[in-house]
């Protein structure tokens, strides 16, 4: 089970949003990181066929993603902004939604009862899609792309607006279905990524800065991540020398994690990077190379 994508190309008009994309995604689950604009939402599009690239080749276990019909037979995908009839029960929706994927009847009715069952909605099947909770909403949107059995799953930032709680509790649905599968998922968050995929890509600007394991994520910024205490009035000046990281009440004083690509001018502590110190990395060297 492998995606391939070679020298891929995405202009809206006069703009490149996807530049010169070359990589691999084998089974597993692989977290796509950028801000926003970056091109995930462009890349992954392409990827379920719902738009086509300006350049370049996508093979999905070596089949054209231009045989848009037997991809979506293999490809299932969860958008951005996903919404159903506001008014539709929750089995009456994905019935419709199997109908317009040409489930025969007594396949949706199986299909329905185990996707329920997958994202724990089964409870649920006879609440109205608007008075589903946010959480429930996007489990909603798994089930849907779950309906005829991809291999295959995109999700688009299934976690945006969803507290830790239910972050976690989709995380561990994704980690189970990944099992056999390829899931590709985006998000900005790079704890994330790094807690659920074991390979990630980072976009900015539509090309790729990195892809690779999240161990090989984490040693980019080795070396340059530090830890100093210092006292509040202190902020401004260490921002003015270094990219912060992310500050910390302690006590009185804060805790201050930067990056320095020299030995700090001020009392410090190496730290063990994270995926987050990597992409805050990667994200100050696209800022320089501008
Ligand atoms: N249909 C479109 N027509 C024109 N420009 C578009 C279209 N879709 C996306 N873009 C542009 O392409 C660039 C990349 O957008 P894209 O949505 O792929 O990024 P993203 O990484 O998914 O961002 P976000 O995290 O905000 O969703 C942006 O500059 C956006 O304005």
Redesign the pocket.
């Known amino acids: 089970m492998e995606i391939r994508i070679e020298h891929l190309y995405k202009k809206?008009g006069g703009?490149e949003?996807l530049r010169d994309v070359s990589f691999k995604i084998p089974a597993g689950m692989y977290g796509l990181l950028?801000s926003?604009?970056?091109?995930?939402?462009?890349f992954m599009r392409i990827l379920a066929t719902i738009s086509e690239p300006t350049a370049g080749a996508v093979t999905i276990n070596d089949m054209d993603i231009r045989n848009k019909k037997e991809i979506r037979k293999i490809v299932g995908y969860l958008p951005?902004e996903f919404s159903v009839y506001p008014s539709m029960k929750v089995y009456a929706a994905l019935d419709y939604l199997g109908i317009l994927a040409e489930l025969p009847k007594a396949v949706r009715r199986q299909r329905i009862d185990t996707v329920l069952k997958q994202v724990n909605l089964e409870s649920e099947k006879n609440k109205k899609f608007k008075n589903l909770s946010g959480g429930m909403k996007r489990r909603f949107g798994i089930a849907q792309a779950l309906l005829n059995e991809p291999e295959i799953l995109i999700a688009d930032?299934p976690t945006a607006g969803l507290d830790p709680e239910e972050r976690i509790r989709f995380y561990n649905l994704f980690s189970e279905l990944a099992k056999d599968r390829i899931i590709l998922l985006?998000t900005?968050i790079a704890g994330d990524i790094e807690a659920a995929c074991s390979r990630t890509a980072v976009?900015d600007h539509g090309k790729v800065m990195f892809e690779g394991s999240i161990a090989e994520m984490r040693r980019l910024s080795e070396g340059n991540v530090y830890l100093t205490e210092i006292k509040p009035g202190e902020i401004n000046d260490l921002k003015k020398k270094y990219k912060v990281i992310h500050l910390q009440q302690n006590g009185p004083d804060i805790l201050c994690r930067f990056l320095s690509d020299t030995i700090p001018a001020v009392t410090h502590v190496l730290c063990e990077p994270t995926v987050e110190d990597s992409y805050m990395y990667l994200l100050k060297q696209c800022g320089e190379g501008e």
Request: proline content about 0%; glycine content about 18%; aromatic content about 6%.
């Open positions: 809206y703009q949003v950028g926003n604009g970056a091109g995930k939402t462009s951005q930032e985006s900005h976009l």
